[in-house]
């Protein structure tokens, strides 16, 4: 096993295998898809759209389907945020943000279609998403701050959560999330469905093929002898 490819001179920065690996089987994937997407009548920016999306989507799939299989293997300490670490001024600034970034849409929205009829509109219910939004925009805001200027009191292991370079990426889950993830954005490019899937799922394959090599690179899932 090679778990470590090499490290980047100077900054004693590892590359490890694994992540390595998942990468190359990404850009492969990608790549080949938006030469043979022109063949299908899809664009190669479409492809590219798609497969960013695909790539995002699994990768945070594939991690929360290890983080529920495994939960004991974490310190799930910096999601509690009612220990009291959370920074009151950041927590303010992201309450304000989603109400900002609101009147902006809204001015934005006014000015560019003027000559069509507006929807009517539902203050009460605008105004509700508003709160929801703006408190979880808040509590995340004051606890993402409140963890990198305290970042040392919780500990290195307790944010191997995101070490996805160091493995625990499960398939299953990252297929699932990137499906409904693709499966939203070709509905909203109205693309058929049928034909962007005979076109991808090749490539999908041939990624995983190459991810695999980077788990036996990494020390897992390389089977086990048997008496079968």
Same mark, same amino acid.
């Given at each position: 096993?090679?778990?470590?490819?090499?490290?980047?001179?100077?900054?004693?920065?590892?590359?490890?295998?694994? @992540?390595?690996?998942?990468?190359?089987?990404?850009?492969?994937?990608? *790549?080949?898809?938006? &030469?043979?997407?022109?063949?299908?009548?899809?664009?190669?920016?479409?492809?590219?759209?798609?497969?960013?999306?695909?790539?995002?989507?699994?990768?945070?799939?594939?991690?929360?389907?290890?983080?529920?299989?495994?939960?004991?293997? *974490?310190?799930?300490?910096?999601?509690?945020? $009612?220990?009291?670490?959370?920074?009151?001024?950041?927590?303010?600034?992201?309450?304000?943000?989603?109400?900002?970034?609101?009147?902006?849409? &809204?001015?934005?929205?006014?000015?560019?279609?003027?000559?069509?009829?507006?929807?009517?509109?539902?203050?009460?219910?605008?105004?509700?998403?508003?709160?929801?939004?703006?408190?979880?925009?808040?509590?995340?805001?004051?606890?993402?701050?409140?963890?990198?200027?305290?970042?040392?009191?919780?500990?290195?292991?307790? $944010?191997?959560?995101?070490?996805?370079?160091?493995?625990?990426?499960?398939?299953?889950?990252?297929?699932?999330?990137?499906?409904?993830?693709?499966?939203?954005?070709?509905?909203?490019?109205?693309?058929?469905?049928?034909?962007?899937?005979?076109?991808?799922?090749?490539?999908?394959?041939?990624?995983?093929?190459?991810?695999?090599?980077?788990?036996?690179?990494? @020390?897992?899932?390389?089977?086990?002898?048997?008496?079968?």
């Amino acid at each position: 096993m090679h778990p470590k490819l090499w490290e980047i001179p100077g900054l004693n920065l590892p590359i490890y295998s694994y @992540g390595f690996m998942i990468m190359l089987g990404f850009l492969t994937a990608i *790549f080949i898809a938006t &030469r043979r997407g022109k063949q299908a009548g899809i664009s190669s920016e479409t492809i590219l759209d798609i497969g960013i999306i695909i790539m995002v989507s699994g990768v945070l799939g594939a991690r929360i389907a290890y983080l529920s299989i495994y939960p004991g293997n *974490f310190n799930w300490a910096i999601f509690n945020i $009612f220990d009291g670490g959370l920074n009151t001024p950041a927590g303010i600034i992201g309450w304000f943000l989603p109400y900002a970034f609101f009147l902006w849409w &809204r001015k934005r929205k006014s000015s560019s279609s003027s000559e069509t009829p507006a929807k009517p509109d539902r203050p009460i219910l605008t105004l509700a998403w508003l709160f929801v939004i703006s408190l979880a925009t808040a509590v995340l805001i004051a606890r993402t701050v409140h963890l990198i200027t305290h970042w040392t009191d919780y500990g290195r292991d307790a $944010f191997r959560f995101f070490y996805i370079w160091e493995g625990g990426l499960v398939f299953y889950g990252g297929l699932i999330f990137s499906f409904i993830a693709g499966f939203i954005f070709l509905k909203i490019k109205s693309i058929p469905i049928c034909l962007a899937g005979d076109l991808i799922a090749p490539y999908i394959a041939l990624g995983q093929a190459v991810g695999r090599i980077g788990c036996f690179l990494n @020390g897992c899932c390389f089977g086990k002898i048997t008496q079968l």
